[in-house]
């Protein structure tokens, strides 16, 4: 009933930038907190960014001062601008919200997740 598909991953220079989205569609009746994860090989799902309904944001301190996570609540969207890319920020980006469904209440949903590659 309700999906999630992620856009915007790819291999990028270090140093470059890329901007991730998550588009929300189905029966939604109102969405609380939206988050990026990113798992890399050999390596535990780890968060980097949280925002809440209200705009309230969190990050890894690994990303601090160079992702920035938002939100356009009209749209159902999430997005994550990633600057100043790393090698170390080479993963897969898993988008998730809290989602309020008709009919079936707050659930937790995962995108499909989006590969991003940080090389020269």
């Known amino acids: 009933q309700v999906q999630l598909v992620e856009s915007g991953g790819g291999l990028v220079q270090p140093g470059g930038s890329l901007r991730l989205s998550c588009a929300a569609s189905g029966n939604i009746f109102g969405i609380s907190t939206m988050a990026w994860y990113r798992q890399a090989p050999g390596k535990q799902r780890e968060l980097v960014a949280a925002?809440?309904?209200?705009?309230?944001?969190n990050y890894a301190d690994s990303v601090k001062g160079r992702f920035t996570i938002s939100r356009d609540n009209a749209k159902n969207t999430g997005y994550l601008q990633m600057n100043s890319l790393k090698p170390e920020d080479t993963a897969v980006y898993y988008c998730?919200?809290?989602?309020?469904?008709?009919?079936?209440?707050?659930?937790?949903?995962w995108g499909q997740g989006t590969q991003v590659t940080v090389s020269s």
């Open positions: 925002i809440t309904a209200g705009g309230t944001t």
């Open positions: 998730y919200s809290q989602i309020a469904v008709y009919g079936m209440g707050l659930g937790d949903y």
